[in-house]
């Protein structure tokens, strides 16, 4: 049963106003997900428009002024258009945050990865993630120059790309200052003096210079294992459902790309992300996207987004366990801690950042830096 609360209230209320074939039993309200922002989601029964079968829908309650569902209903829109496998909107209202999706279920890729202890699944699933991932970045495939037609792929191209945010200096800076004030200062008590902040301000300038230096393209944000759905059980041709796109931007080539294979709940032996990133890489030119002709640059590009991406993640974690009371992030953090540590620890132009990140962890480094 879902807490009784005034929110709650006023979804049962909503959803008892919307059009009566979609069969929608009230009653049958419960608690589906909530997520690291202000966000819940519900699920309830009810009955599907184009065959009349009985299924289940996700009501989302996404609370303004602290939420705004206008993202969200943009990007579902604007990702439907290229293909992408995004819950159908049935119903929404922005005044109140109310929104009435599809149903993917409850099996995302996290998920399906820990119950194939054999992995027989593994490739065809991450390969099918890499595709889609290349759908979303370059949607045109350069199969078409037709701006007449408006649903050509070249039109849903530029759509994509200028009617999102930027992914701007500013916004990648703000997103790495939550490594100072919230892993650093208040989850590790640790002080900075000014000769370390001042070379920690250097090291972010130099990471956010290579992520502005990349290819831009459209940034979902989180395209990893716990927003990615598996919607059957099949092992060929995966084709995940992707959730949490409300934050799309447009930004650097690697960072999704980086979410995926460096993710914050599940790792891969080295090997394995290299050899993902070869597979997309390729994928990648042949789809006409922009990607270095020399996989060493590209390579580069994705370590050092990586680190720019974990610190953030560094503070966002440790900021919902101890704003929000979220402490089961925590179990996370050893995990991305370690892909900055030893991604930051293979570059020279970084060796003042990782000495900075060695003495936050009580660290004492003896090997030197590869490149």
Not at 140 to 157: M, Q, R, V
């Amino acid at each position: 049963m879902p807490p009784a609360d005034e929110r709650v209230a006023a979804l049962r209320q909503w959803l008892g106003g919307l059009d009566a074939a979609l069969g929608l039993d009230v009653d049958t309200l419960r608690i589906a997900s909530a997520d690291a922002s202000f966000r819940r989601y519900f699920r309830l029964d009810g009955r599907s428009s184009e065959s009349g079968a009985h299924t289940t829908m996700v009501a989302m309650d996404a609370p303004p002024p602290q939420e705004d569902t206008g993202p969200f209903l943009q990007v579902q829109s604007l990702m439907a258009q290229t293909g992408l496998r995004v819950p159908a909107v049935m119903a929404s209202d922005p005044d109140t945050g109310f929104i009435l999706l599809e149903d993917f279920g409850d099996l995302t890729l996290l998920e399906a990865l820990r119950a194939d202890p054999t992995g027989q699944w593994l490739q065809s699933r991450y390969r099918g993630a890499i595709a889609a991932l290349v759908r979303l970045q370059a949607p045109s495939g350069a199969t078409t120059t037709d701006s007449t037609n408006p649903t050509n792929p070249t039109k849903l191209a530029t759509n994509l790309t200028t009617q999102l945010p930027t992914y701007d200096r500013a916004l990648l800076l703000r997103e790495l200052s939550l490594y100072p004030d919230w892993y650093v200062a208040k989850h590790k008590g640790v002080s900075l003096n000014p000769q370390e902040i001042s070379q920690l301000e250097t090291g972010f300038e130099r990471l956010v210079d290579v992520a502005l230096g990349q290819t831009q393209v459209t940034v979902h944000r989180d395209w990893h294992s716990r927003n990615l759905m598996v919607l059957d059980h099949g092992t060929q041709g995966f084709e995940p459902g992707v959730l949490d796109f409300q934050d799309a931007v447009h930004g650097p080539l690697t960072y999704d790309l980086v979410s995926l294979l460096r993710d914050a709940y599940i790792a891969w032996d080295d090997e394995q992300v290299l050899d993902w990133a070869i597979r997309y890489w390729e994928q990648a030119r042949q789809a006409g996207i922009a990607v270095p002709e020399d996989f060493g640059v590209f390579w580069r590009d994705f370590e050092w987004m990586g680190i720019q991406r974990h610190l953030k993640v560094l503070g966002i974690f440790a900021r919902l366990h101890l704003r929000d009371g979220k402490e089961r992030y925590l179990a996370d953090l050893p995990r991305v801690l370690d892909y900055v540590t030893k991604a930051v620890h293979r570059y020279d132009a970084l060796a003042p950042l990782a000495r900075i990140i060695d003495r936050v962890e009580n660290r004492t480094r003896t090997s030197g830096f590869t490149f």
